[in-house]
């Protein structure tokens, strides 16, 4: 005899709510909430929804008001990366365009591999009042909505059509969100008269779940081969990124190059992976890298990437590994990634796979000459970050002058947070981080605005640190408004707002290229000759800021810097410190090159000379296609 099955009565809204409560992930033996509260900007997409289901249920999940729906899901992004991805938060939106503006943040998200959960508002599944405000028509397919963008920049995407869908929907969002391999932007569009529509959900879809996290350990066979590369290289090299922080191996690495002595450099995502001051860090690697890190890839015979996606800053557009039998072994929790750069797949956790390879390397070291070699690079690259940091450039400060009075203020704990622009290049060459989470620049989709929306979503994850934005003048005129955010909330940010009157960064790259900084200073139109090369705008950003509700402290000079970021640090409440610099003090050379094509044919002198200087750099590039033997 059958027994009826218990169940719940509610609308899809409160259902997601109420599932979303009750998740929970596990590594090592420890749980952590999933998805620990809800950002939202309501409208009527999702105001009698999810935005009812959240009044309804304050206590399962908070929820956070957001300015901007793209700063949101950046937001949710930092949040995610603080927690090593074992937690995120949930972003809801109205139809339209609330909804896409959140697309720019679903990319950012898949593109880092760090998981977010998107519920944009969905036009009505019955099309019992189409068209509605706000829907896309097209004639050729129904069926299609403007939330159809986010397919491809999502690692799962569905619409849920009906309320007893949410039961599949939701559990295989959890599946992918939680997954290391599969991670990112997790997309699922709510009808919103689905959302309001109400179903007898079975007791079992709320009990508490928990979705393990494994660390899968390296296949024997690929083991072995790739010790005994590694064991018959004379100047390996490691090359440590993102991934060895999400899975928290920097003990394990740090133990790892210790014992061997094969240097380590790091990507932008992995800059902390190793401390600065360990004996084997080498410093960043790539464009933005340090010459120290880039003479050892370019001698480098075998290269042990780990947790790295090989993009091209890390490459120098793979014109950096010049030894013709250079090999590469990739250990990543992905297949996609580990089987780049034709390497050996080591498929596997960062952490797993380092312990694999130190116990199968047990008594082997480097030879004592590339030991040597790379200390001594390493102290004179420091030798020139030092007085980068400390240079007294005249009579507006550089940039790293800038980055040097930071690094002198603030604690080993304390986060640095950027983005966008010529910031993340210095502090990939300059910055010296000891804790594996001090470091954030988000450097995968490098996008302009995430600075402050991401200080906030560190900060809100790790409410014990602190979290030290840095921002250029073009990233905060894109997103400013989370100051706004982080004020109603009571959450402390410190803002250093870096002022150079253009895009110092597309500048110096315009000028490398022939095309002579068009277009990136920020100056009135001149009548003369139609460009922007009048008067600079009268632009007060520091006044901006504090018309959003922050405490703003306007600098002059290194010594007023220093001031008035001391007092930042020691206030209590979000404080935006402003500091004008000079865009043409350059930082040092990292001497490795990107490829960024030149017109092939050109009037202007400057472009024709930089056409010839790329094809010179470009007879370089190697396709990395030969297998490991």
């Given at each position: 005899m059958s027994t009826a099955r218990a169940t719940r009565r509610l609308t899809t809204a409160q259902a997601l709510v109420t599932f979303l409560s009750r998740q929970y992930t596990e590594r090592d033996g420890v749980e952590h909430r999933l998805i620990e509260g809800c950002f939202g900007i309501f409208g009527h997409g999702n105001v009698a929804g999810i935005g009812q289901a959240l009044l309804q249920q304050p206590d399962d999940l908070t929820y956070y008001q957001s300015r901007n729906e793209q700063a949101m899901v950046h937001a949710a992004v930092a949040f995610a990366r603080t927690r090593r991805r074992?937690?995120?938060?949930?972003?809801?939106?109205?139809?339209?365009?609330?909804?896409?503006?959140?697309?720019?943040?679903?990319?950012?998200?898949?593109?880092?591999?760090?998981?977010?959960?998107?519920?944009?508002?969905?036009?009505?599944?019955?099309?019992?009042?189409?068209?509605?405000?706000?829907?896309?028509?097209?004639?050729?397919?129904?069926?299609?909505?403007?939330?159809?963008?986010?397919?491809?920049?999502?690692?799962?995407?569905?619409?849920?059509?009906?309320?007893?869908?949410?039961?599949?929907?939701?559990?295989?969002?959890?599946?992918?969100?939680?997954?290391?391999?599969?991670?990112?932007?997790?997309?699922?569009?709510?009808?919103?008269?689905?959302?309001?529509?109400?179903?007898?959900?079975?007791?079992?879809?709320?009990?508490?779940?928990?979705?393990?996290?494994?660390?899968?350990?390296?296949?024997?066979?690929?083991?072995?081969?790739?010790?005994?590369?590694?064991?018959?290289?004379?100047?390996?090299?490691?090359?440590?990124?993102?991934?060895?922080?999400?899975?928290?191996?920097?003990?394990?690495?740090?133990?790892?190059?210790?014992?061997?002595?094969?240097?380590?450099?790091?990507?932008?995502?992995?800059?902390?992976?190793?401390?600065?001051?360990?004996?084997?860090?080498?410093?960043?690697?790539?464009?933005?890298?340090?010459?120290?890190a880039n003479a050892l890839a370019r001698e480098a015979d075998v290269v042990l990437g780990i947790g790295t996606r090989w993009q091209d800053f890390t490459t120098a557009s793979r014109t950096l590994f010049t030894d013709p039998d250079v090999r590469f072994v990739n250990l990543n929790i992905t297949s996609f990634d580990a089987a780049k750069q034709s390497g050996l797949m080591l498929q596997a956790d960062a952490r797993a796979g380092i312990e694999a390879l130190e116990d199968a390397l047990t008594g082997h070291t480097v030879p004592s000459a590339h030991r040597t070699r790379a200390r001594d690079l390493t102290n004179r690259w420091n030798a020139h970050t030092e007085a980068a940091l400390t240079t007294a450039h005249t009579p507006l400060p550089a940039q790293s002058e800038i980055l040097g009075a930071i690094r002198d203020a603030m604690a080993d704990r304390d986060v640095v947070i950027s983005a966008a622009g010529s910031l993340p290049g210095d502090l990939h060459k300059l910055w010296r981080p000891t804790d594996p989470l001090a470091y954030h620049v988000e450097y995968g989709y490098s996008c302009m605005g995430y600075e402050i929306a991401g200080g906030l979503g560190v900060k809100m994850a790790a409410p014990d640190r602190q979290a030290v934005v840095l921002v250029g003048d073009g990233s905060y005129l894109m997103m400013a408004q989370e100051i706004a955010t982080a004020v109603a909330e009571n959450i402390k940010l410190v803002v250093v707002l870096v002022e150079n009157r253009g895009y110092a960064s597309i500048g110096a790259l315009s000028e490398s290229l022939g095309s002579q900084r068009f277009g990136t200073r920020y100056r009135y139109r001149d009548e003369t000759s139609g460009r922007h090369e009048g008067e600079t705008l009268p632009v007060d950003l520091a006044a901006n800021a504090a018309s959003l509700g922050a405490d703003v402290l306007r600098a002059s000079g290194v010594d007023g810097f220093r001031r008035a970021f001391a007092q930042a640090l020691s206030a209590d409440r979000t404080t935006v410190v402003h500091i004008e610099t000079d865009p043409l003090a350059a930082s040092p050379s990292s001497q490795a090159w990107w490829d960024v094509p030149v017109a092939q044919v050109a009037t202007l002198d400057s472009t024709v000379a930089a056409r010839e200087e790329y094809e010179r750099e470009k007879g370089a590039q190697r396709a990395l296609l030969r297998p490991v033997d």
């Open positions: 074992l937690s995120t938060l949930a972003c809801t939106t109205s139809v339209g365009p609330g909804a896409t503006n959140m697309v720019t943040g679903a990319a950012l998200a898949t593109i880092n591999r760090l998981p977010v959960l998107l519920l944009p508002g969905d036009t009505f599944a019955t099309r019992a009042a189409s068209p509605l405000l706000q829907e896309l028509e097209l004639p050729h397919a129904a069926d299609i909505t403007v939330n159809d963008v986010f397919r491809p920049v999502s690692r799962f995407f569905d619409r849920v059509w009906r309320p007893e869908q949410l039961l599949s929907a939701a559990t295989q969002a959890m599946r992918v969100l939680t997954d290391p391999a599969e991670t990112g932007a997790v997309t699922l569009c709510l009808p919103q008269d689905v959302q309001a529509e109400a179903w007898d959900f079975p007791e079992e879809f709320f009990a508490h779940r928990v979705w393990h996290v494994p660390r899968p350990a390296p296949d024997a066979r690929a083991l072995a081969a790739a010790v005994r590369l590694l064991r018959d290289a004379r100047r390996p090299l490691i090359v440590a990124g993102g991934g060895v922080i999400h899975s928290d191996a920097s003990t394990e690495l740090a133990r790892l190059s210790a014992a061997t002595g094969i240097p380590v450099a790091v990507t932008q995502a992995g800059k902390a992976a190793l401390p600065h001051d360990h004996p084997a860090a080498v410093g960043g690697i790539g464009h933005t890298g340090s010459p120290a």
